[in-house]
């Protein structure tokens, strides 16, 4: 196993990089970060419109969480695949083709996320912060958010350790991220396969549970902060 | 100040307000209190617009409160409205809670917001807690607060929404000290409350509600002392039973 780590580490954390595209475990990382980044604030505005006291708004977003949610991510990533290049009129690459399924694929999730955060709110805040005056989206924005990404933390985690191992279907089309390399290598050593596999496990394993703590450690932080008596 | 002319409200085939006309004065003192669910929560609700009316008008200072065109959140800046379960914000220290809307509604500074808000905790005795976050304090405490924070808009309308009613005993007394300070200072109140004493003390007039209608108003006097309806002399000997 050593040899094969000896061998293999530099093709494993970044692919071809620098003669060719960037790969491997960098690129995982790349994508499951943006991915990240990008789908929270769609999360956001899909939560906030799907529990909007609009009507207008309510009705699309729900019928398209809905219908997003009934089918799998490779489905997405196909359509994302195929369908993308006919909407913009150039191909996109492999890797745009997959940032942009995770992040309406999980800016869908999210938003359900957000909607249970926002409605774990007891009702009475909203109502205080519209008593002194505040718009609707303003007591959104100071009051009641604040307190439904505290709600939501857990889920949130659970959601982007999951979109960590989503980049994964990237293989489907191609791209070179950490499974495909690591399928690469097999191919090369032929031998191993139990190791590379093993390997590329824990690699996500390291990844994913690195999360949970990051994000646990913040929850107890913020518990310890609430109860401040100054 | 306040106008209700003929207000009804439901919930569904309950007729929670039921043909509400009545006025409340500028610098009056009113204690609404009647049995649960006869309304009176509901009917303080429908004066900041926290709850739609059926049909009807309410006016607060000469203004029709369902007026097309009304600012909503201008108009509730200048009424303030105390919850029964406090509702400070909880993710905001105690100063916070109180800058957080002249700040963002009156275009104050940070420093003018905050110097205003520990002006009001001086008043309600908390300013030593000025820096505490609300899961610190005790209700009592908690509720002191929460009246800051709504004079901090420095409406001429203060509502009371059942201020007492979460409150262990012992820490009744204190919000009631800041409520007859408020009182003798000459604001307008609306107060649904159990509080006898209070209304006995404070109140210029008693509203008492059963079943969506106004059924006594009067002095505290007239009210406490010879109660005319057959529901208020049932109702007031009942909750003496429990004192």
């Known amino acids: 196993m050593l040899e094969l780590i000896q061998d293999y580490w530099l093709y494993f954390l970044v692919g071809r990089y620098p003669e060719g595209p960037l ?23 899909l939560g906030l419109a799907r529990i909007s006291p609009w009507r207008a708004l309510r009705w699309p977003v729900t019928a398209l969480i809905h219908v997003v949610r009934g089918i799998p991510l490779l489905l997405v990533i196909f ?14 690459g492999q890797f ?42 303003s007591a959104m924005r100071t009051v009641i958010l604040p307190q439904a990404l505290r709600h939501m933390l857990p ?21 070179a991220e950490v499974s495909f390399v690591a399928s690469q290598i097999n191919g ?22 690195s999360l949970s703590r990051a994000a646990f450690w913040l929850e107890r932080r913020q518990a310890r902060v609430l109860k401040a008596a100054a | 100040m306040i106008t209700f002319d003929n207000v009804n409200k439901y919930y569904g085939n309950y007729h929670a307000l039921n043909g509400i006309s009545e006025h409340v004065s500028k610098g009056e003192v009113l204690v609404v209190c009647g049995p649960s669910g006869s309304g009176k929560s509901t009917l303080i609700r429908t004066i900041n617009r926290l709850e739609p009316i059926a049909s009807g008008h309410i006016t607060v200072a000469g203004q029709d409160i369902h007026a097309p065109g009304l600012d909503v959140n201008d108009f509730r800046s200048h009424i303030g409205f105390v919850f029964q379960q406090f509702n400070l914000f909880p993710h905001l220290s105690v100063l916070a809670n109180c800058a957080l809307a002249p ?15 520990m002006a009001l905790l001086e008043r309600v005795g908390l300013a030593h807690k000025a820096q505490a976050m609300p899961a610190a304090l005790s209700g009592g405490q908690q509720q002191r607060v929460a009246i800051a924070r709504a004079l901090a808009m420095q409406p001429p309308l203060m509502l009371f929404d059942e201020p007492t009613s979460a409150l262990d005993p012992e820490m009744v007394g204190e919000v009631l000290q800041v409520m007859r300070d408020l009182a003798h200072g000459g604001m307008t109140m609306v107060c649904v409350t159990h509080e006898m004493g209070f209304a006995r003390e404070v109140a210029d007039r008693v509203w008492f509600m059963n079943h969506g209608q106004v059924l006594e108003r009067g002095s505290p006097e007239a009210f406490f002392g010879s109660p005319q309806h057959p529901r208020a002399q049932q109702f007031l000997s009942d909750i003496r039973k429990s004192y």
Not at chain 1, 79 to 92: D, I, K, R, V
Request: with cysteine; proline share 4%.
């Open chain 1, 23 to 45: 790969g491997g475990l960098a690129l995982t990382v790349l994508l499951a970060g943006l991915a990240l980044l990008l789908s929270l604030p769609l999360g956001l505005l």
């Open chain 1, 79 to 92: 359509w994302a695949y195929f369908f993308l290049p006919n909407l913009t009129g150039h191909e996109s």
């Open chain 1, 96 to 137: 745009t083709t997959m940032l942009v399924a995770l992040v309406i694929f999980d800016g869908i999730y999210l938003a359900e996320i957000v909607r249970a955060g926002v409605q774990a709110v007891p009702k009475g805040q909203l109502e205080a912060a519209r008593s002194l005056g505040l718009p609707y989206l």
């Open chain 1, 155 to 175: 889920s949130l985690v659970n959601q982007f350790v999951s979109t960590i191992k989503e980049t994964s279907l990237g293989y489907i089309i191609g791209l």
């Open chain 1, 188 to 209: 090369l050593v032929l031998t191993k396969p139990v190791q590379v596999y093993f390997l590329l496990g824990m690699t996500y394993f390291i990844l994913c549970f």
């Open chain 2, 103 to 117: 700040q963002r509604l009156r275009g104050l500074s940070k420093h003018e917001a905050e110097e205003r808000a």
